[in-house]
């Protein structure tokens, strides 16, 4: 009798061990990795986003659901989404993140120190032809800070700044989103772009009823150019954007430039994306009669969220930058 007390008992112990709840804990690099993956659905675009191979990506996703004790993403396909679980976490992790960043912020705000690493966007002609030619001053200013600058086209820099991913942005056309406060940088101009040889290399100007017929490359939909070209193309005096020969878009000067090198078409272009084309004869800059197309490169940042110490600096060495 005594024997089978003591077995039952033991067969207890054992489903009781069996059935115990896992302790779940993770860490905030485990967090910010899970965030990415949801927030870009994608685990190789999350990999690129947290400087990791997609297999480590996976293993670290892999160890968090191990330790909360259930699974937390679905693969779906190409895209990645969370479960019930995953969507419970996610919302606490976003605010543990957060947390995380302001103490940050408030520590360094507190010590004094300029250390650590911004996170920018830039679209593609302040990104590419500006920003590398003013950041070395910078660096000489803050030796211990790091700039991570992201090209995109205007309208995703500005998606991600409201989401949280760069403390700040600088794009081609200024933005009509209340949570965003703009703030000029630079000026620029836009010029037709003609590659040597062409029969236009030699003249000032052309008429805009002249450029219909030619082939015409355009920057693709998003673009700060593409924006400004049809906002020039409303005035009384111009045509409609769709009378041009469109025969390609593409996403970024370069791939356009090259495109007119190639002999594919003409297109509109800042002048700022042309130096080097221009002071070697590769491409010829001409205007368009009665069109001067004008823009300016503004700063943008989320008014809703606390600007940190490196942010700081990066916004004075910025403003200060173009008031020279």
């Not at 259930?70 to 976003?94: E, F, I, M, S, W």
């Not at 800070?145 to 991913?165: H, K, P, Q």
């Not at 430039?257 to 590769?282: H, Q």
Request: hydrophobic fraction near 40%; charged fraction near 25%; include cysteine.
């Amino acid at each position: 009798m005594m024997g089978e007390l003591v077995l039952n008992e033991v067969e207890g112990m054992k489903k009781s061990v069996k059935h115990k709840i896992p302790s779940i804990d993770f860490d905030f690099r485990q967090l910010e990795i899970f965030c990415k993956v949801v927030d870009l659905k994608s685990f190789s675009k999350a990999a690129d986003a947290v400087f990791l191979a997609q297999p480590s990506v996976s293993e670290r996703i892999a160890t968090l659901e191990d330790r909360v004790g259930t699974q937390l993403l679905d693969r779906l396909g190409r895209q990645v989404v969370p479960t019930a679980a995953g969507k419970l976490l996610y919302n606490h992790a976003c605010l543990l993140l957060d947390m995380k960043k302001h103490a940050c912020h408030e520590m360094q705000g507190f010590l004094g120190t300029k250390k650590g690493e911004i996170h920018m966007g830039g679209s593609t002609i302040p990104g590419e032809y500006i920003f590398p030619k003013i950041l070395e001053n910078f660096r000489k200013k803050y030796p211990l800070v790091t700039v991570a600058l992201t090209i995109s086209d205007t309208s995703e820099i500005g998606r991600r700044v409201m989401n949280g991913d760069f403390e700040l942005g600088v794009v081609g056309s200024k933005s009509t989103n209340d949570s965003l406060i703009c703030r000029e940088l630079w000026k620029d101009e836009l010029v037709l772009a003609v590659p040597f040889g062409h029969k236009w290399a030699g003249k000032n100007q052309v008429h805009f009823e002249e450029l219909s017929k030619e082939p015409f490359i355009l920057r693709e939909t998003g673009s700060g150019t593409l924006k400004i070209i049809k906002e020039y193309l409303k005035v009384p005096h111009a045509k409609d954007i769709n009378t041009l020969n469109i025969v390609a878009r593409l996403g970024s000067s370069t791939a356009v430039k090259e495109g007119i090198k190639s002999g594919l078409g003409l297109s509109i272009l800042s002048l700022r994306a042309l130096e080097t084309e221009l002071k070697t004869g590769i491409l010829k800059a001409v205007k368009i009669e009665n069109l001067t197309l004008l823009r300016k490169f503004y700063l943008i940042r989320d008014k809703r969220r606390n600007v940190s110490p490196l942010c700081n600096a990066m916004l004075d060495f910025l403003i200060t930058t173009s008031e020279k």
